[in-house]
Each structure stands twice: as C-alpha cells, then as structure tokens.
C-alpha cells in the first residue's frame, strides 16, 4: 500500500452499481464501465450494460461518488474517483476488463495504477489540460470559476440522434465536484498501469469533446492507434449507432483472451 493511502485514507461512501449478468456464465471476465464527469451509471444501462451480457460478458457499470445515485461528494478529488472504480473492481468475483468514458476515462487510467485491471478500454478519453479548455473555452472557462463543465447536447451527440432524445440525455447530467474539475484542467498524468494490461482507445474522429489530436496521442502513450467511428459524438454509448463501439470492443476482448 503506497504511503499516501495509509496516511490519507479515501472516505467510504455508498456507490451507485448497476448490473447485467449472462443467462450461462461462460467464465469471461466482468466488464466495469465507469461514466465521465456528469454522467451516471444509467448511460450504460441505456443499451450497453443488456447488450454486453448478452455477448456473455458480466456487466457492471459504477457511478462515481456525486454522481448518479451515488452519495454526494461535494469535495471529491480525481484520487477519490479513482478509489470507487478500483474499489468496485477489485469487488467484482473475478479480475476486471475497465471500461472509462470521458473524464471517467482518466479516471479509470488512475485506478489502473493501483488494481491489476485485466484490460482497459478508454472510451472518447479527456485527459484534461490546456488543450481541453483551448477546444471548449465556453464550456471549460466557467469550471475556472468554480461553475459547473456545461455539456450541451450539441457537444455530446451526432445530429442523427433525434432531438428529444439527445435534450433528454442531456437535462439528465449532473457535475462534478469543482477540486476534480480543476485537477482535470490542470491535466496530471497518471502512472503507468500495474501488470502492464491491453489498453484499447476508442473514440469518433467527429467528437466535439475530445479532438482527433488529443484521440490519438492517448493512444500513442498506451502503445497503439484509436479505433475510430466517424460521424459519431462523444457520448459514443448513447448515440444512434451505439451498438458499433461496444461490438467492436467486445470483439477486441474476445481476440486478447
């Protein structure tokens, strides 16, 4: 345990996981799905977290502390976010695949240096710095001010999402806490991933959030090239075309075995 964990314990909290398992456990490893900033564990639930037991995979997806059901956690730091998803794997009955959309993506990149993840998957990942309030001034400027990172639906979705359904999603979003906004913006690297796991980055040349620069150098720093779906938005799980992304990476899983 590094020293830093026993000095300054995380706080517990009550943690907000829902679930889908397989008719017939077939022994393939639990996939953990960890929402971005604002998003709850209902974003997978809406398709993803059926459609990837279905392929026989244990389903699980978390909502970080302050977010979803989850208890509020007001002061929450990227640190805390990073000890619910590797707490909640670490629960799981066997070693988990992580899957991190977002800002949940960075967060997931942290948990990896601390919970011998299987595999990783970075779903539309938001590694923060310069270059995220550089893209989305409007909507990064008032995280400085200790507002909340506004995701319109414009952002987050392809126009071949009906609109009700995409102002649906978006009036669901919360926040973040303002410690974690802010230490998304100054953009910490995360160390290096225990037991050197896959990682996988996936994401949409046409995101809004994440630009196609800052998609492929996440990438480069795991070792490979994003798999990339044109004409999709952020929100990748949501979209019209959610079904493609999550194939694909169960598709990936099913090859690394």
Do not use: C
Not at 4 to 31: L, N, Q, S, Y
Not at 65 to 86: E, F, M, Q, W
Not at 113 to 136: C, D, E, I, Q
């Amino acid at each position: 345990m590094r020293a830093r964990e026993w000095a300054f314990p995380i706080a517990a909290v009550r943690r907000e996981v829902r679930r889908a398992t397989p008719e017939v456990d077939e022994g393939k490893p639990p996939v953990l799905f960890v929402p971005g900033f604002g998003h709850g564990a209902w974003v997978f639930a809406e398709h993803w977290l059926e459609h990837t037991a279905d392929r026989g995979f244990p389903a699980y997806a978390v909502s970080l502390r302050g977010h979803g059901d989850s208890a509020k956690a007001p002061k929450a730091t990227l640190r805390a976010y990073a000890h619910d998803v590797a707490q909640v794997a670490a629960s799981l009955p066997r070693r988990a695949v992580i899957v991190g959309h977002g800002a949940g993506a960075l967060v997931t990149a942290h948990a990896l240096a601390r919970y011998p993840a299987r595999a990783a998957v970075l779903l539309s990942p938001v590694f923060g710095g310069a270059g995220t309030a550089l893209r989305n001034p409007m909507l990064s400027l008032p995280a400085l001010f200790g507002g909340g990172l506004r995701l319109p639906a414009g952002q987050l979705f392809s126009r071949e999402l009906p609109t009700s359904a995409s102002r649906g999603y978006a009036a669901r979003l919360g926040r973040a806490s303002t410690r974690a906004q802010w230490q998304l913006l100054r953009g910490r690297s995360p160390q290096p991933p225990v037991g050197d796991p896959p990682v996988l980055v996936v994401g949409s040349p046409d995101d809004r959030i994440v630009s196609d620069t800052a998609l492929r150098r996440v990438a480069r720093g795991y070792g490979g090239a994003p798999l990339l779906f044109p004409g999709m938005g952020h929100d990748l799980m949501l979209d019209t075309r959610w079904r493609e992304p999550i194939d694909a990476i169960l598709d990936w899983l099913e090859k690394s075995d």
